[in-house]
């Protein structure tokens, strides 16, 4: 069986990793991940509930409103009527 040569990676691939920055992005990931879990936690009224960060730290209501009002923009730039 004859194998392709350009299939296999160059052994000089391994220098071009930046161990560093994977390491730091799994970090940033699970923390906010974790982070996002404990959130709704809080402010769902099923469980331990805080009215204060639902009320004035509701990024939930701030990301999905940020994406409406972006479409919207778009939608008027195209002469849609949103």
Same mark, same amino acid.
């Given at each position: 069986m004859i194998v &392709?040569? %350009?299939?296999?990676?160059s052994p000089n691939l391994v220098k071009h990793i930046d161990y560093a920055? =994977?390491?730091?992005?799994?970090?940033?990931f699970t923390g906010l991940? !974790?982070?996002n879990i404990a !959130?709704?936690?809080i402010v @769902?009224? %099923?469980?331990?509930y805080l009215p204060f960060l @639902? &009320? !004035?730290f509701n990024y939930i209501f701030w990301f999905s @409103?940020? =994406?409406i009002a972006a479409s919207r923009i778009i939608a008027m730039n195209f002469g849609v009527d949103a």
């Open positions: &392709h040569p %350009k299939i296999f990676p920055w =994977i390491t730091r992005f799994c970090f940033l991940y !974790y982070f !959130y709704i936690g @769902d009224p %099923k469980n331990f @639902d &009320h !004035y @409103d940020s =994406i």
